[in-house]
Each structure stands twice: as structure tokens, then as C-alpha cells.
């Protein structure tokens, strides 16, 4: 499965933003979707994650409460809907995926990667 994620951009503290990763050559509801970032200087981190069928998520500590993930199968889509953003939120944010394992927060554990969308928050 390719994927491609798009979204990203400049915003203030305080602020939202919503990132989309469009799969395409693959049944995407077979695949457990998730989204991780990476700041400059420091390993790429988990941030949510959501089951095949969308009744399971699962949000890092740092984002719980601020960051929605979802899915919509008919369009081959997954999304990060980001609100009260933060500029600890800055970073590049990738989408992944993977058919078999759920709810793992490390990256050796997804197959499939987007290019990655550049997020900035300015304090």
C-alpha cells in the first residue's frame, strides 16, 4: 500500500490543524493505521493509532485529549484531527500502516510509510 500524507502547516499556539494520509494499492481496511512524528534532533515517536475497522485508538499521553484520530474505508483515508496545539507539537507527522499487529507504538512494527507533512507552532 502507497500512502501519502497532507495536511501540515504554520499555525499559532492555541491553534488546529487537520492531517489526511490518502492510501492507495491496497484493501485499506485491512490495514491498522497510525500516525507518528518526528522533531528535529530526536527519534521519530508514536502519537495515535487506529484499528481496521475504526473502533479502536490509541493516542500517546502527551496528545490525549488534544488529538483525534479517524477513519473513513470509503475513502481510503486516515485523519488527525489536532487541536490546542502546542510548540512541542512541531515536528514532521508520518502516517504508517500495517495488517497485523495493533496498538504498537514502535516504528519497526509498520510496514508502510507516508512521505511525512511538516507541522510548525509558533508560541
Excluded at 501540515?8 to 491496497?26: N, T
Excluded at 512524528?37 to 488534544?66: C, H, M
Excluded at 508520518?94 to 507516508?114: E, K, M, P, Q
Aim: glycine share 12%; net charge positive; with cysteine.
Amino acid at each position: 500500500v502507497q500512502l501519502q500524507a497532507f495536511g501540515g502547516g504554520l499555525v499559532q499556539a492555541g491553534g488546529f490543524l487537520r492531517l489526511s494520509c490518502a492510501a492507495s494499492g491496497g484493501i485499506f481496511s485491512r490495514y491498522q493505521m497510525a500516525w507518528f512524528r518526528q522533531a528535529p534532533g530526536k527519534e521519530r515517536e508514536f502519537v495515535a493509532a487506529i484499528s481496521w475497522s475504526g473502533g479502536n485508538t490509541l493516542y500517546a499521553d502527551s496528545v490525549k485529549g488534544r488529538f483525534t484520530i479517524s477513519r473513513d474505508n470509503a475513502e481510503n483515508t486516515v485523519y488527525l484531527q489536532m487541536n490546542s496545539l502546542k510548540p512541542e507539537d512541531t515536528a514532521v507527522y508520518y502516517c504508517a500502516a500495517d495488517r497485523v499487529i495493533w496498538g504498537s507504538r514502535t516504528t519497526r512494527d509498520y510496514d508502510y510509510w507516508g512521505q511525512g507533512t511538516q507541522v510548525t507552532v509558533s508560541s
